[in-house]
């Protein structure tokens, strides 16, 4: 079931697509070519679109999975994401003259620091007042969003203060690519932070405990006299630092500077690749690679196919709908089990 029901979900969300082209009046067949000619038809489409593409959307993914892992809804991924690019930005164009390894790391951990401190106030208003993070965390999307406009229109901006963008970090401040391509040595930190979560998940008491709250938080209280309150809150920071983290990976590997709109909503299509890995941090790498080629190719269907690239949208609200109604109906079936 974990992996039928998402491929299910895959195929009807194509199915979907196509019959709605054919209905517009596209050539869905063309479309759809199109489509997979812009995500994986060549080398350098694969790797420089879908896998520059999924790198965010993996790194997101995995911090989503965290927090949804413990019950904790983080929905404000997308304003972490600003708030890693934002810090990343700022040590970026300060690490001039330092040795690369010292500056990506140091632009890496202020991205996470940055990313941590702006859930850090849902985490306290939660845990001071009972303010639901599905809440704060949104809203807190929309200020992280006006404080990048504040940014690149003010203490970031460029040095000859004409554009809204920043200047470009430091050389040592970028990643390394590929040669011959746009993919950079965030892929690899993507994949170990995906395989250093499922052992967490796996392998350790903490995974336990926080699956054990994520599944249940009163009987985790009760019978594993766990903090349910403290692991939901850990998880969040540590989701919020992995979202920082992805924006400080597209700040030193893609874009090398702050300008708005650097994020075309990585925070919020990180939950359905979440949502489709069913929380598992492998699957998250195979989902983030999938939502990454259907927007890679999103924008070759639009240019050879002539179809608005936003059609893609039906596929992902498709995949999100069948697996959320699977698990809804995978939960009646257990409560009616245990009722007989």
């Known amino acids: 079931?974990?992996?039928?029901?998402?491929?299910?979900?895959?195929?009807?969300?194509?199915?979907?697509?196509?019959?709605?082209?054919?209905?517009?009046?596209?050539?869905?067949?063309?479309?759809?070519?199109?489509?997979?000619?812009?995500?994986?038809?060549?080398?350098?489409?694969?790797?420089?679109?879908?896998?520059?593409?999924?790198?965010?959307?993996?790194?997101?993914?995995?911090?989503?999975?965290?927090?949804?892992?413990?019950?904790?809804?983080?929905?404000?991924?997308?304003?972490?994401?600003?708030?890693?690019?934002?810090?990343?930005?700022?040590?970026?164009?300060?690490?001039?003259?330092?040795?690369?390894?010292?500056?990506?790391?140091?632009?890496?951990?202020?991205?996470?620091?940055?990313?941590?401190?702006?859930?850090?106030?849902?985490v306290w208003l939660k845990l001071r007042f009972g303010v639901l993070e599905v809440i704060s965390t949104l809203l807190l999307n929309f200020v992280a969003e006006s404080l990048v406009s504040l940014m690149v229109q003010g203490p970031l901006q460029e040095s000859q203060h004409i554009y809204p963008q920043?200047?470009?970090?430091?050389?040592?401040?970028r990643l390394p690519v590929l040669p011959g391509t746009r993919l950079h040595a965030g892929l690899a930190i993507a994949l170990g932070a995906a395989v250093a979560l499922w052992y967490v998940f796996a392998r350790t008491l903490w995974g336990f405990r926080l699956r054990a709250v994520g599944a249940g938080p009163r009987a985790a209280e009760i019978s594993g006299r766990i903090d349910a309150r403290r692991m939901a809150a850990v998880a969040l920071l540590g989701s919020g630092a992995l979202a920082g983290l992805a924006g400080g990976i597209e700040i030193a590997g893609v874009s090398y500077a702050l300008f708005q709109n650097l994020s075309p909503g990585y925070g919020f299509t990180g939950i359905a690749v979440a949502l489709l890995a069913r929380l598992h941090p492998l699957g998250v790498v195979v989902t983030g690679l999938l939502f990454a080629a259907l927007e890679a190719g999103a924008g070759a269907m639009q240019r050879d196919a002539g179809v608005p690239a936003v059609a893609v949208y039906v596929v992902e609200a498709v995949v999100i709908l069948v697996v959320l109604l699977a698990d809804a109906a995978a939960r009646r079936t257990v409560r009616a089990r245990v009722a007989a």
Not at 166 to 173: F, G, L, Q, R, V
């Open 1 to 122: 079931m974990a992996v039928r029901t998402p491929l299910l979900a895959v195929l009807l969300g194509l199915a979907v697509l196509a019959a709605g082209l054919e209905l517009a009046g596209y050539d869905a067949l063309a479309a759809l070519a199109a489509l997979w000619q812009g995500a994986a038809g060549s080398w350098y489409a694969f790797t420089s679109a879908t896998l520059v593409r999924a790198v965010p959307l993996i790194v997101i993914g995995l911090g989503i999975a965290l927090a949804f892992r413990a019950g904790a809804l983080n929905i404000g991924a997308e304003g972490q994401f600003y708030a890693g690019a934002i810090a990343a930005t700022w040590v970026g164009l300060h690490v001039a003259g330092r040795p690369p390894l010292v500056a990506v790391a140091s632009v890496f951990l202020a991205a996470m620091l940055a990313g941590a401190a702006w859930v850090a106030v849902p």
């Open 166 to 173: 920043s200047d470009p970090i430091a050389e040592a401040a």
